[in-house]
């Protein structure tokens, strides 16, 4: 059974950094496309940025740009979001996502989901 496990979330002061990790197991990582999404109470779930696992290629929602990082361990099979220069509006549940297929990254439609870390940012 897929499972994808996230932690790291925590309360950092604005300015601040984290690292989230998202372990995967019961799935062979080099053939998916990985991502982080993010919601708050009473909005949608919100695209943050995807990888894709076998070239390392990366994309960003505009609001992360230049501030966050996703990367991969191969061998640890784990997917990481760096997070820097946190801001108030970054506070979210962070969640992890993975699809077999290239298209729609940005969007919801993903094969597998994590139950999510609370990111709180204070100002």
Same mark, same amino acid.
Do not use: H
């Given at each position: ?5 996230? %932690?790291?979330?925590?309360?950092? !002061?604005?300015?601040? %950094?984290?690292?989230? =990790?998202?372990?995967? %197991?019961?799935?062979?990582? =080099?053939?998916?496309? +990985?991502? &982080?999404?993010?919601? #708050? ?9 995807? *990888? #894709? &696992?076998?070239?390392? %290629? ?8 230049? $501030?966050?990082? *996703?990367? $991969? ?9 760096? +997070? ?15 699809? $077999? ?11 597998? &989901?994590? !139950?999510?870390? !609370? ?5």
């Amino acid at each position: 059974q897929v499972q994808l496990v996230e %932690s790291g979330g925590g309360l950092v !002061q604005a300015g601040g %950094s984290l690292r989230l =990790s998202c372990a995967a %197991s019961a799935l062979t990582a =080099s053939n998916y496309y +990985m991502a &982080w999404f993010r919601q #708050t109470p009473g909005k949608e779930r919100d695209f943050v940025a995807v *990888i #894709t &696992w076998s070239s390392g %290629s990366t994309l960003y929602a505009d609001s992360v740009k230049g $501030r966050f990082t *996703i990367s $991969r361990d191969n061998v640890k099979n784990t997917v990481y979001l760096q +997070m820097n220069s946190l801001k108030p509006e970054d506070t979210a549940v962070y969640y992890c996502a993975a699809k $077999r297929t290239g298209r729609r990254l940005t969007g919801l439609d993903y094969d597998y &989901w994590g !139950q999510g870390t !609370q990111v709180t940012v204070s100002s």
